[in-house]
């Protein structure tokens, strides 16, 4: 899509891939940074997930991008996503779901902060209805 870049490094045993992530409004962007810091996280703690690909997140460029051009990576107001693929998450059986997940990250992301936009809205409004039921039967 456009707007949306991916970085690829391969190495012998592994493959890094690195979202260097761009919103174009600032509430969205801050909503990414809170739900991406989560998310990399997680992965640490839940001993299910130790078979999925390592996931870290940096406010800034990784080391993997030195060498990358400026504008390319330049404006993440997002940060920056990285995952570590191994062989074992490329294997015949795997690696066209793999593939999949990787591609449509992006997606995925922008899919939970609408998502969490809408649920905070909706638990405003029906908060201010609670809050104009009290000052109706108050009145």
Same mark, same amino acid.
């Given at each position: 899509?456009?707007?949306?870049?991916? =970085?690829?490094?391969?190495?012998?045993?592994?493959?890094?891939?690195?979202?260097?992530?761009? =919103?174009?409004?600032?509430?969205?962007?801050?909503?990414?940074?809170? =739900? &991406?810091?989560? +998310?990399?996280?997680?992965?640490?703690?839940?001993?299910? @997930?130790?078979?999925?690909?390592?996931?870290? !997140? *940096?406010?800034?460029?990784?080391?993997? &991008?030195?060498?990358?051009?400026?504008?390319?990576?330049?404006?993440?107001?997002?940060?920056?996503?990285? +995952?570590?693929?191994?062989?074992?998450?490329?294997?015949?059986?795997? @690696?066209?779901?793999?593939?999949?997940?990787?591609?449509? +990250? *992006?997606? =995925?992301?922008?899919?939970?902060?609408? !998502?969490?936009?809408?649920?905070? *809205?909706?638990?405003?409004?029906?908060?201010?209805?609670?809050? @104009?039921?009290? &000052?109706?039967?108050?009145?």
């Amino acid at each position: 899509r456009r707007g949306e870049t991916m =970085f690829i490094k391969p190495q012998n045993d592994q493959v890094t891939v690195i979202f260097p992530m761009h =919103f174009a409004d600032a509430r969205d962007a801050v909503i990414a940074t809170q =739900f &991406l810091t989560q +998310f990399a996280e997680v992965r640490r703690g839940q001993k299910e @997930l130790s078979t999925a690909p390592a996931v870290s !997140y *940096h406010k800034s460029p990784p080391l993997e &991008l030195k060498d990358a051009p400026e504008e390319m990576i330049g404006g993440a107001n997002g940060g920056y996503v990285s +995952f570590v693929l191994f062989k074992r998450h490329a294997t015949p059986d795997r @690696l066209e779901a793999t593939v999949w997940n990787i591609m449509t +990250f *992006h997606a =995925f992301v922008s899919y939970h902060i609408k !998502y969490s936009k809408a649920y905070w *809205h909706s638990r405003m409004r029906q908060k201010v209805e609670s809050w @104009l039921s009290i &000052l109706k039967r108050a009145k």
